[in-house]
């Protein structure tokens, strides 16, 4: 399972994508950006800060 936690990104930001995939975990971040900061343009450069932050968490760490 991957995790991408946006507080590592945004201070004080809770939001949080889980995904079995990067790719999964990243998609779901650009669409929070898209839909809920009005962001129209994700640049690469934020894909790739998304991607650095994202982490391996074992099944049991999930879903608290």
Do not use: C, Q
């Amino acid at each position: 399972m991957k995790r991408f936690d946006s507080g590592t990104l945004i201070p004080g930001s809770t939001w949080r994508a889980e995904a079995d995939s990067e790719a999964e975990v990243v998609r779901r971040a650009v669409e929070n950006l898209k839909n809920f900061h009005g962001e129209t343009i994700v640049r690469p450069d934020m894909i790739e800060r998304i991607k650095e932050r994202i982490v391996d968490v074992d099944d049991n760490e999930t879903r608290h």
